[in-house]
């Protein structure tokens, strides 16, 4: 059975800084893509980052310049550095993998909590 956990969420002040990251539970595996999502209450999931092997990455435009999504070639890990937060980024976060170019989101972490206080 895959699972992805994820490390790293806390509560913050809001501009302050926080490091997620991502891992295959014992034997890595090899991964397409890893993302990171995230889901306020009330709120849909959204993606907030991605990044393909090879070096690829996307980000939701509230994020853009403010997060930096890293993986390690192909392999099941990733982190999420998360610079100058602002409160509206309180959310549960999700690691998430993919493991081709056809796949859904596949595997999926058990969230962590991102608190951003003003």
């Known amino acids: 059975q895959v699972r992805l956990v994820e490390s790293g969420g806390g509560l913050v002040r809001a501009g302050d800084s926080l490091t997620l990251s991502c891992a295959a539970a014992g034997r890595s595996f090899n991964t397409f893509a890893m993302g990171w999502f995230r889901q306020a209450p009330g709120q849909e999931r959204e993606l907030v980052a991605s990044?393909?092997?090879?070096?690829?990455?996307n980000y939701h435009d509230s994020v853009k310049g403010r997060f930096t999504v890293s993986k390690e070639g192909s392999e099941s890990k990733v982190t999420l550095q998360m610079n100058s937060l602002k409160p509206e980024d309180t959310a549960v976060y999700y690691c998430?993998?993919?493991?081709?170019?056809?796949?859904?989101?596949?595997?999926w972490g058990q969230g962590t909590q991102v608190t951003v206080s003003s």
């Open positions: 990044a393909i092997s090879g070096g690829r990455t």
């Open positions: 998430a993998a993919r493991l081709d170019p056809f796949d859904i989101w596949k595997y």
